[in-house]
């Protein structure tokens, strides 16, 4: 009975000392399941910084247990100056605010990342290009350097990015992306191996600048004549990696000795049991030969036929590209005879259309000829006028003739001037009104 009065009142005793806490860090004011959070707090509170230190110290104990989210809420909106204050605030009440500020900025900067290497070479046309490589051999394993270019004495990418491997136990594939100057690339890379791997004990992993290293363990220990499988042709910029090659040299030459040993020996029973096949099949060919002397003679007679034939096809082919031309000509008969009857009426036409024209021209003549008869009227009965004159002047030269063999003057010579003064002024009248005419 003593020993339960003693527990409860420790109890008590606990309960007190835990309220007396809670009420150093909150007013009485104030009630915890009243408390803003950190949303209100960013949007209300945060808009006046100089509301910060009120908040803070109005809700001390909701920001000791909630404050990594207030944190990253101001860094994930960009409030940088009231995060600033805050920090500040929080720094001079001792609360410990490192690991939450440096998580939420990570955790952004590589949400950011992420961002960038999604969209970074969306709706580009990337220049794909198999990669430069190089291998060489020991008796366990096979080593493949990849360069991020075309050529070994190129330049090429630094890093590549999205990279893609895929190890098999008889190929190996690498793809990736890149960027060189102005120009993106896609690295392809795939090849089928010669035997097969060992894919758990295989590794990969970055070597110099701009290259990229395979170390692929072989299932059997052994030498391989070569990389790749039976019928696929090495690509023009793979070469052998001499580096690689000198420093198995001595392990390789030992088996390398080994094996045409063994591959003499096998080649000695082969030979033997290889003739010994050929007169076999020398039986069986000259057997065959006699069954088919026949058939090639059938084959003989068949021949000239086959020629014949063949004549003739190129003159079946000939008839059947001139059928649709004739039945196109038949076609068009029709069209030719309504265009024969067609064309007297075009001539008359044309015929009709030349008159006009021509009549058209004759009316401007016609026209000329009327305004011309006026003037040929008026001429007309001028010229027995002329032809008066004409009398006059001829019978006053004969009076001037006689009276100069007679060497006497005449009354009438001042009247014979003056009609020639006159006349000459009566013609320059008439001139002019011919003109007018």
Same mark, same amino acid.
């Not at 098999?168 to 690498?174: C, G, M, V, W, Y």
């Not at 089928?192 to 035997?195: E, S």
């Not at 499988?229 to 023009?236: F, L, R």
């Not at 003064?421 to 011919?434: C, I």
């Given at each position: 009975?003593?020993?339960?009065?003693?527990?409860?009142?420790?109890?008590?005793?606990?309960?007190?000392?835990i309220?007396?806490?809670?009420?150093?860090?909150?007013?009485?004011?104030?009630?915890?399941?009243?408390?803003?959070?950190?949303?209100e707090?960013?949007?209300?509170?945060?808009?006046?910084?100089?509301?910060?230190?009120?908040?803070?110290?109005?809700?001390?104990y909701?920001l000791?247990?909630?404050?990594?989210?207030?944190?990253?809420l101001?860094?994930?909106?960009?409030?940088?100056?009231?995060?600033?204050?805050?920090?500040?605030?929080?720094?001079?009440r001792?609360?410990?605010?490192?690991?939450?500020?440096?998580?939420?900025?990570n955790?952004?900067?590589?949400?950011?990342?992420?961002?960038?290497?999604?969209?970074?070479?969306?709706?580009?046309?990337?220049?794909?290009?198999?990669?430069?490589?190089?291998?060489?051999?020991?008796?366990?394993? /096979?080593?493949?350097?990849?360069?991020f270019?075309?050529?070994?004495?190129?330049? &090429?990418?630094?890093?590549?990015?999205?990279?893609? /491997?895929?190890i098999?136990?008889?190929?190996?594939?690498?793809s990736?992306?890149?960027?060189?100057g102005? *120009?993106?690339?896609?690295? *392809?890379?795939?090849i089928?191996?010669?035997?097969k791997?060992?894919?758990?004990?295989?590794?990969?992993?970055?070597g110099?600048?701009?290259?990229?290293?395979?170390?692929?363990?072989?299932?059997?220990?052994?030498?391989?004549?070569k990389?790749l499988?039976?019928?696929?042709?090495?690509?023009?910029n793979?070469?052998?990696?001499?580096?690689?090659?000198?420093?198995?040299?001595d392990e390789?030459? &030992?088996?390398?000795k080994?094996?045409?040993?063994?591959?003499?020996?096998? &080649?000695?029973?082969?030979?033997?049991?290889?003739?010994?096949?050929?007169?076999? *099949?020398?039986d069986?060919?000259?057997?065959?030969?006699k069954?088919?002397?026949?058939?090639?003679?059938?084959?003989?007679?068949?021949?000239?036929?086959? #020629?014949e034939?063949?004549?003739?096809?190129?003159?079946?082919?000939?008839?059947?590209?001139?059928?649709?031309?004739?039945?196109?000509?038949?076609?068009? !008969?029709?069209?030719?005879? #309504?265009?024969?009857?067609?064309?007297?009426?075009?001539?008359?036409?044309?015929?009709?259309?030349?008159?006009?024209?021509?009549?058209?021209?004759?009316e401007?003549?016609k026209?000329?000829?009327?305004?011309?008869?006026?003037?040929?009227?008026?001429?007309?009965?001028?010229?027995?006028?002329?032809?008066?004159?004409?009398?006059e002047?001829?019978?006053? !030269?004969e009076?001037?003739?006689?009276?100069?063999?007679? &060497?006497?003057?005449?009354?009438?010579?001042?009247?014979?001037?003056?009609?020639?003064?006159?006349?000459?002024?009566?013609?320059?009248?008439?001139?002019?009104?011919?003109?007018?005419?």
């Open positions: 009975m003593y020993t339960m009065l003693h527990k409860i009142s420790i109890l008590l005793i606990f309960i007190l000392y309220t007396q806490v809670k009420s150093i860090f909150i007013d009485t004011e104030v009630d915890p399941e009243n408390l803003l959070s950190c949303n707090l960013y949007s209300v509170i945060f808009t006046d910084i100089n509301k910060i230190t009120e908040y803070i110290d109005e809700n001390i909701y000791k247990q909630k404050f990594p989210i207030c944190i990253d101001l860094v994930r909106n960009g409030r940088l100056e009231a995060l600033d204050y805050y920090l500040d605030e929080l720094d001079k001792r609360i410990e605010y490192r690991k939450s500020l440096s998580y939420s900025i955790s952004i900067k590589k949400e950011l990342d992420d961002v960038n290497i999604k969209y970074r070479y969306q709706k580009i046309e990337y220049k794909n290009i198999y990669p430069a490589s190089q291998w060489a051999q020991s008796l366990d394993n /096979i080593y493949v350097e990849i360069k270019a075309h050529r070994h004495d190129s330049p &090429g990418c630094l890093e590549v990015e999205d990279k893609k /491997i895929d098999k136990e008889d190929s190996l594939s690498f990736g992306t890149c960027s060189l102005d *120009d993106y690339i896609r690295i *392809d890379y795939h089928k191996l010669y035997k791997i060992n894919i758990a004990a295989s590794v990969h992993e970055s110099a600048v701009g290259r990229y290293r395979f170390t692929l363990k072989k299932a059997e220990r052994g030498f391989w004549e990389l499988a039976d019928g696929e042709e090495p690509h023009s793979m070469r052998i990696w001499y580096e690689m090659k000198e420093k198995y040299q390789l030459m &030992g088996y390398e080994d094996e045409d040993e063994e591959n003499d020996k096998d &080649g000695k029973d082969k030979e033997d049991s290889d003739d010994d096949k050929d007169e076999k *099949d020398n069986d060919k000259k057997e065959e030969i069954k088919e002397e026949p058939k090639k003679e059938e084959k003989k007679k068949e021949e000239p036929k086959k #020629e034939n063949k004549k003739e096809e190129p003159k079946k082919e000939e008839i059947k590209k001139e059928e649709p031309k004739k039945e196109e000509k038949k076609k068009e !008969e029709p069209k030719k005879e #309504e265009k024969k009857k067609e064309e007297p009426k075009k001539e008359e036409k044309k015929k009709e259309e030349t008159k006009k024209e021509e009549i058209k021209k004759e401007p003549k026209e000329e000829k009327k305004k011309e008869e006026p003037k040929k009227e008026e001429k007309k009965k001028e010229e027995p006028k002329k032809e008066e004159k004409k009398k002047e001829k019978k006053s !030269e009076l001037r003739k006689e009276e100069t063999k007679k &060497g006497e003057p005449k009354k009438e010579k001042p009247k014979k001037t003056e009609t020639k003064k006159e006349d000459p002024k009566k013609e320059k009248k008439e001139e002019s009104k011919e003109k007018k005419n």
